[in-house]
């Protein structure tokens, strides 16, 4: 494929969706961004690393408004405390992903970049699920829990991931229709489910 197009995926904590995101990536030879875009947003901006870290998106929503503490304004932006508010978080974060997605083919995970994209006409946003009890095994795997820990950091993280997609792009996390594809990666396995997911975007994009 000639021309530029955005692989965007959206994914419950242990779907194997970052895996699956890498290797469609390496599949197709394109960018791959995730937390990588926290240090392009830190040098955007000319603030710290640590500022995007703790405005990342598995802060709540509910803290858009700004965090209780003094108020400081850096270059127009409001910081509190070393915390960026969210809204001047997900507007840096969005003009990054904008810049890249203007640049080059890539794929993002998560950020709402399939609604910070909306527009943009080589957009594939794909959403990845699992069985409960694999991604139960893949987190506690990942992180060193035992099975009930797992089955919390699960819960609490699709929570905050939920809460900030549907805040921010007026969607449904998660639901069918916000995403041309949904797929449960535990039907095909991982690898195949990354040879479907290229299958159709081929045929979406030819």
Excluded at 66 to 79: A, F, P
Excluded at 100 to 129: M, W
Aim: with cysteine; aromatic share 12%; proline share 0%.
């Amino acid at each position: 494929m000639n021309e530029t197009f955005i692989i965007n995926i959206g994914r419950q904590l242990g779907s194997g969706g970052r895996q699956i995101g890498e290797k469609l990536s390496t599949e197709f030879g394109i960018g791959f961004y995730d937390k990588e875009l926290i240090k392009l947003a830190s040098k955007e901006s000319g603030l710290g690393k640590e500022f995007f870290e703790k405005a990342d998106e598995k802060s709540s929503y509910s803290f858009l408004s700004g965090l209780i503490g003094l108020r400081t304004n850096v270059n127009n932006e409001v910081y509190t405390n070393n915390y960026l508010t969210n809204e001047t978080f997900f507007k840096i974060q969005s003009d990054v992903i904008r810049d890249l997605a203007q640049k080059e083919s890539c794929v993002f995970v998560g950020r709402c970049a399939d609604y910070i994209l909306r527009n943009h006409p080589r957009c594939i946003n794909v959403f990845i699920t699992a069985d409960t009890e694999d991604r139960i095994k893949r987190v506690a795997q990942t992180y060193q829990l035992s099975l009930d820990k797992a089955q919390e950091l699960i819960a609490k993280t699709d929570k905050k991931r939920s809460e900030y997609y549907n805040f921010y792009s007026n969607k449904v996390w998660g639901e069918a229709k916000s995403y041309h594809l949904c797929i449960n990666s535990s039907v095909l396995g991982i690898d195949e489910t990354v040879d479907f997911i290229c299958q159709f975007i081929k045929q979406r994009l030819k």
